[in-house]
C-alpha cells in the first residue's frame, strides 16, 4: 500500500467506519436496477468463487452470499474489515488492496467492485483491471458500478475524493485489458443522489 492515495483512502474510510455501523443495511431494497444488475452477475458465475474488493462495512458482500455466490470480502480499510466481521460472522472477510491481491493467478470466477475503484486517480486506473484479470480464471466476469459522468472529474466525495468517469471510457480501459463487455446498465440519481450510476458487467478473454 505504498501510493499516498491508497493510505489516505484507507485513513479516511476507517475514521468514518463508526458512523458506517450506523446506517441502514438496506439500501439495496430501494434499488431494484442494482439489485437486477447483481443478480444478473450472480447468473453469470453461478458456483464459481466470487471476491467483493472494496467491500466496506459488507452488505453487498452478504447481499452476494444470500443469491447463493461462495463469496468473500476485501477491503483496504482495516476497521471497516473488522465491522464487516463483526456484523457478518458467518462470512470471510479480508484486509487487502486491489492492485495487489493475495491471491494466486486464476482463482476467481468473478469479482465485484461496488463503487470501489472512485478514489483511485485515472493515470492509476489501469494497472487495477490488469489485476483484476491476473486473479480471474478466463471467461469469468467483473462487475463495475461507479459515478457516470460526460468526463473523467474529481469531485467532493463524503469520505474522500473520487472520480466520475464516461461509461464509455472505462469501458475501454476495461477492453485495454482484455476483458469483452457483456452489458451495461446506466440509471439516474434517486432522489438523495447526485450523479448518475454506470455499471458494467464484463467477462474476461
Known amino acids: ?27 439495496l431494497n430501494r434499488l431494484p436496477l442494482d439489485r437486477a444488475v447483481l443478480a444478473a452477475f450472480a447468473e453469470a458465475v453461478k458456483d464459481a468463487p466470487v471476491a467483493e474488493l472494496g467491500c466496506g462495512p459488507g ?19 482495516p476497521v471497516m474489515i473488522d465491522l464487516a466481521r463483526e456484523t457478518y460472522p458467518d462470512l470471510r472477510f479480508e484486509v487487502g488492496s486491489m492492485d495487489g491481491l493475495d ?68 469501458a475501454e480501459l476495461a477492453r485495454k485489458a482484455e476483458f469483452a463487455e457483456v452489458g451495461r446498465m446506466l440509471r439516474e440519481p434517486c432522489e438523495d443522489e447526485r450523479f448518475r450510476r454506470g455499471h458494467l458487467l464484463m467477462r474476461r478473454q
Open 103 to 170: 491471491l494466486a493467478d486464476g482463482a476467481l470466477g468473478g469479482i465485484v467492485s461496488w463503487y470501489s475503484v472512485i478514489h483511485t486517480p485515472p493515470r492509476e486506473l489501469p494497472p487495477y483491471f490488469t489485476e483484476f484479470g491476473r486473479v480471474l480464471a478466463p471467461g469469468g466476469h467483473l462487475l463495475l458500478a461507479f459515478f457516470e459522468g460526460e468526463d473523467v472529474e474529481v469531485f467532493d466525495h463524503k469520505v474522500t475524493p473520487a472520480y466520475r468517469w464516461p461509461i464509455d471510457e472505462l
Open 59 to 77: 452488505p453487498v458482500t452478504a447481499h452476494l452470499r444470500d443469491l447463493g455466490l461462495d463469496v468473500f470480502g476485501v477491503d483496504l480499510s
Open 1 to 27: 500500500m505504498s501510493p499516498s492515495y491508497l493510505s489516505a483512502t484507507a485513513e479516511a474510510y476507517d475514521a468514518v467506519a463508526a458512523r458506517y455501523a450506523e446506517l441502514p443495511r438496506d439500501d
